[in-house]
């Protein structure tokens, strides 16, 4: 999610239609208009659900505290999950996946809190002002203030039943989200990039905070802030340089209302006026709209106040009026995408999300307005390499690579993660996912990938956070889409996603928007695990279907890590066992060799997995001749069979 000032230039900005750049249509399989997803009965704790090639294995619910409050970003270490929470990180222990158990709820209200680890380190983030250097409640008051934190907090979770800050690392426009970056070359520290959306800070309150134009040497406007953290002392971290990855960029373009948005626009606008509301031009599009609250109720309260009154009056209101216009213009004017249409990028800009691949020295960062292609060789020294822009995008959001590197998926946060993006009259390119392959380094576009379903007005719902799910040879995702549910996709070819897997609830409430649905999702060590916004932590699981095999499944399940973080995307890496090489012949055949190669195939390994020492080894050669049979039919697909029987051939040496 993204705060108010961006979410208002957003919308002003979406008002503006221009040409798509990308003509791809999403493949989005069977009709969405047709999906069983849609209108399922609304609910807190029992909403209709459905699933579809999938099993929830766990539904845990948000401890008293922070149950109601927002379930943000998720972490991974040993047996144990961290979710972020707006009040303050949540620890599962999930060694019975089937069975989540609360570990440790620690009170520290910030936003969004999302959390990251790495050993005996939590990292979390605080962008609000809300946030206090104490972790206490109740924020702080002052509008400068030295108890105000907002950046990454530092934790020592050697216990991790008793979370211990070391460090509060102060940023100057606070930490929205950040990554956690391994660099391969440095064992002795830690780097993290942090990505902060709003505004910049007061030097009264942070030294060396500057709101100057971006060509100043000082400004920290279009500037990504980097934080070293010694490995041998925690405590000493602290901002070590400050990036400017957007210099040089345009303004990015954009697309106007969906059909549903224009519906449910006019009839806001039309019970405004009926209420006798605030309506004024926006400056980006020249329509009507609704003026902000935030915008009217100080106003009305100076206007009260100059005539020694505390409570606003009808004649208030009546000289208010005239002044609403002056103050929208000046939001739009100070806001994150002010700058639009005039050809150079907006001052305001900053990115959202940056996910690191450290064993390819690569970063994707999803930046607002523009996906952005980084070498993070230096990791201090960020450089790009390719930045892309597309009028189907509102707002790109987070970054994905596949396995080998060779493409890359944003997805698109149209409407902020707050709003109804994927109904009937919302276009299937917007608020979607947009595929990549990268080639020399440059990013090219291949297509659009959206959930194939219609959600109600009621339930807030687009593209989010999502990782990949180690089937071997291929590239499989699964993905949040808030109160959408979670999608599980194939894109191992980049110009024909399709969904192969799916679980969904029915709106938090029939009647009214109230926020809800998965935030981010991410398989970690045979499980699938999604933060639910309003009602807790799901685990779900895969199971087999036309689309994927048993012998995948317990493939991917062979893949395990101490610790994730999903932004910092590792390597996957398949140990050598008969599973690998079944889900290869499984492949094969889905593929469509010939059923006799395949038969032969896996006769050869049955007889391998029963066998030992040199009958195994003979079973195993034999196999590795058959597995020729097939490479008419896929060639590469045959080597990467071949090498996985080598491999169980070496073991049994």
Same mark, same amino acid.
């Given at each position: 999610?993204?705060?108010?000032?961006?979410?208002?230039?957003?919308?002003?900005?979406?008002?503006?239609?221009?040409?798509?750049?990308?003509?791809?249509?999403?493949?989005?399989?069977?009709?969405?208009?047709?999906?069983?997803?849609?209108?399922?009965?609304?609910?807190?704790?029992?909403?209709?659900?459905?699933?579809?090639?999938?099993?929830?294995?766990?539904?845990?619910?948000?401890?008293?505290?922070?149950?109601?409050?927002?379930?943000?970003?998720?972490?991974?270490?040993?047996?144990?999950?961290?979710?972020? %929470?707006?009040?303050?990180?949540?620890?599962?222990?999930?060694?019975?996946?089937?069975?989540?158990?609360?570990?440790?709820?620690?009170?520290?209200?910030?936003?969004? %809190?999302?959390?990251?680890?790495?050993?005996?380190?939590?990292?979390?983030?605080?962008?609000?002002?809300?946030?206090?250097?104490?972790?206490?409640?109740?924020?702080?008051?002052?509008?400068?203030?030295?108890?105000?934190?907002?950046?990454?907090?530092?934790?020592?979770?050697?216990?991790?039943?008793?979370?211990?800050?070391?460090?509060?690392?102060?940023?100057?426009?606070?930490?929205?989200?950040?990554?956690?970056?391994?660099?391969?070359?440095?064992?002795? %520290?830690?780097?993290?990039?942090?990505?902060?959306?709003?505004?910049?800070?007061?030097?009264?309150?942070?030294?060396?905070?500057?709101?100057?134009?971006?060509?100043?040497?000082?400004?920290?406007?279009?500037?990504?802030?980097?934080?070293?953290?010694?490995?041998?002392?925690?405590?000493?971290?602290?901002?070590?340089?400050?990036?400017?990855?957007?210099?040089?960029?345009?303004?990015?373009?954009?697309?106007?209302?969906?059909?549903?948005?224009?519906?449910?626009?006019?009839?806001?606008?039309?019970?405004?006026?009926?209420?006798?509301?605030?309506?004024?031009? =926006?400056?980006?599009?020249?329509?009507?709209?609704?003026?902000?609250?935030?915008?009217?109720?100080?106003?009305?309260?100076?206007?009260?106040?100059?005539?020694?009154?505390?409570?606003?009056?009808?004649?208030?209101?009546?000289?208010?009026?005239?002044?609403?216009?002056?103050?929208?213009?000046?939001?739009?004017?100070?806001?994150?995408?002010?700058?639009?249409?005039?050809?150079?990028?907006?001052?305001?800009?900053?990115?959202?999300?940056?996910?690191?691949?450290?064993?390819?020295?690569?970063?994707?960062?999803?930046?607002?307005?523009?996906?952005?292609?980084?070498?993070?060789?230096?990791?201090?020294?960020?450089?790009?390499?390719?930045?892309?822009?597309?009028?189907?995008?509102?707002?790109?959001?987070?970054?994905?690579?596949?396995?080998?590197?060779?493409?890359?998926?944003?997805?698109?946060?149209?409407?902020?993660?707050?709003?109804?993006?994927?109904?009937?009259?919302?276009?299937?390119?917007?608020?979607?996912?947009?595929?990549?392959?990268?080639? %020399?380094?440059?990013?090219?576009?291949?297509?659009?990938?959206?959930?194939?379903?219609?959600?109600?007005?009621?339930?807030?719902?687009?593209?989010?956070?999502?990782?990949?799910?180690?089937?071997?040879?291929?590239?499989?995702?699964?993905?949040?889409?808030?109160?959408?549910?979670?999608?599980?996709?194939?894109?191992?070819?980049?110009?024909?996603?399709?969904?192969?897997?799916?679980?969904?609830?029915?709106?938090?409430?029939?009647?009214?928007?109230?926020?809800?649905?998965?935030?981010?999702?991410?398989?970690?060590?045979?499980?699938?695990?999604?933060?639910?916004?309003?009602?807790?932590?799901?685990?779900?699981?895969?199971?087999?279907?036309?689309?994927?095999?048993?012998?995948?499944?317990?493939?991917?399940?062979?893949?395990?890590?101490?610790?994730?973080?999903?932004?910092?995307?590792?390597?996957?890496?398949?140990?050598?066992?008969?599973?690998?090489?079944?889900?290869?012949?499984?492949?094969?055949?889905?593929?469509?060799?010939?059923?006799?190669?395949?038969?032969?195939?896996?006769?050869?390994?049955?007889?391998?997995?029963?066998?030992?020492?040199?009958?195994? =080894?003979?079973?195993?050669?034999?196999?590795?001749?058959?597995?020729?049979?097939?490479?008419?039919?896929?060639?590469?697909?045959?080597?990467?069979?071949?090498?996985?029987?080598?491999?169980?051939?070496?073991?049994?040496?």
């Amino acid at each position: 999610m993204f705060p108010f000032s961006s979410r208002a230039a957003m919308a002003g900005a979406a008002l503006v239609a221009l040409t798509a750049c990308a003509k791809a249509k999403p493949n989005t399989g069977a009709s969405p208009a047709t999906d069983p997803r849609n209108n399922l009965k609304a609910g807190l704790l029992d909403a209709a659900e459905y699933t579809s090639n999938m099993k929830v294995l766990a539904k845990a619910v948000s401890p008293k505290g922070f149950l109601g409050i927002t379930n943000s970003d998720l972490a991974f270490t040993g047996n144990y999950v961290i979710q972020g %929470n707006y009040n303050g990180p949540v620890v599962w222990d999930i060694s019975n996946p089937s069975s989540p158990q609360l570990v440790v709820a620690y009170e520290c209200p910030a936003s969004q %809190n999302d959390v990251s680890v790495y050993k005996n380190l939590m990292f979390m983030s605080a962008e609000a002002q809300n946030g206090r250097i104490d972790c206490k409640p109740g924020g702080v008051s002052q509008p400068v203030s030295k108890e105000r934190m907002r950046g990454v907090r530092i934790f020592d979770i050697s216990n991790i039943r008793e979370p211990k800050l070391v460090a509060n690392v102060q940023t100057c426009r606070g930490s929205h989200t950040h990554t956690v970056l391994e660099d391969p070359k440095d064992k002795e %520290n830690l780097y993290i990039y942090v990505s902060g959306s709003s505004g910049i800070r007061s030097p009264g309150e942070l030294e060396g905070c500057a709101d100057a134009t971006s060509s100043d040497p000082n400004s920290s406007r279009l500037r990504i802030e980097i934080i070293k953290v010694p490995l041998a002392n925690p405590a000493q971290a602290a901002v070590v340089g400050r990036a400017n990855i957007f210099a040089g960029l345009s303004d990015n373009p954009r697309h106007g209302l969906s059909d549903a948005d224009k519906e449910a626009a006019a009839k806001q606008l039309a019970d405004a006026r009926t209420r006798g509301g605030f309506i004024a031009k =926006n400056p980006q599009s020249g329509l009507d709209q609704i003026v902000p609250p935030q915008i009217v109720r100080p106003m009305l309260d100076s206007i009260a106040k100059a005539r020694g009154a505390t409570t606003p009056n009808a004649a208030d209101t009546a000289a208010a009026r005239p002044l609403v216009q002056n103050a929208l213009n000046r939001m739009f004017a100070n806001a994150a995408g002010a700058g639009a249409g005039t050809g150079a990028i907006s001052e305001r800009s900053q990115c959202h999300d940056i996910t690191v691949y450290p064993s390819l020295g690569l970063a994707g960062g999803a930046c607002e307005g523009h996906g952005l292609l980084l070498d993070i060789s230096n990791p201090v020294a960020p450089v790009r390499l390719d930045a892309v822009a597309d009028s189907n995008f509102a707002y790109w959001h987070s970054a994905t690579f596949n396995n080998d590197g060779t493409a890359m998926l944003f997805s698109d946060e149209w409407g902020g993660g707050s709003s109804p993006k994927c109904r009937a009259g919302d276009k299937a390119e917007w608020g979607a996912n947009a595929i990549f392959k990268i080639v %020399n380094k440059k990013l090219v576009f291949q297509s659009y990938y959206k959930i194939p379903t219609y959600q109600t007005s009621n339930e807030n719902c687009v593209a989010h956070n999502g990782s990949l799910i180690p089937i071997p040879g291929r590239d499989v995702m699964v993905q949040a889409w808030y109160q959408g549910g979670i999608s599980v996709f194939d894109w191992t070819d980049p110009t024909k996603p399709k969904e192969i897997a799916s679980f969904d609830r029915g709106p938090v409430d029939s009647t009214r928007m109230v926020s809800g649905g998965s935030w981010s999702v991410y398989w970690y060590n045979g499980s699938i695990v999604s933060s639910e916004i309003a009602r807790g932590m799901d685990v779900v699981d895969l199971v087999p279907s036309q689309y994927i095999s048993q012998n995948e499944i317990d493939a991917a399940k062979t893949v395990k890590w101490d610790q994730l973080n999903a932004q910092g995307q590792p390597k996957i890496v398949w140990p050598p066992s008969f599973s690998l090489a079944k889900a290869f012949t499984d492949q094969l055949e889905r593929k469509g060799c010939s059923a006799s190669t395949v038969s032969a195939l896996r006769s050869q390994i049955s007889a391998a997995e029963k066998a030992n020492g040199a009958a195994r =080894n003979d079973a195993l050669n034999k196999a590795v001749t058959d597995a020729e049979g097939a490479r008419g039919c896929d060639g590469a697909k045959v080597d990467m069979l071949k090498k996985s029987l080598q491999d169980l051939r070496a073991l049994a040496m």
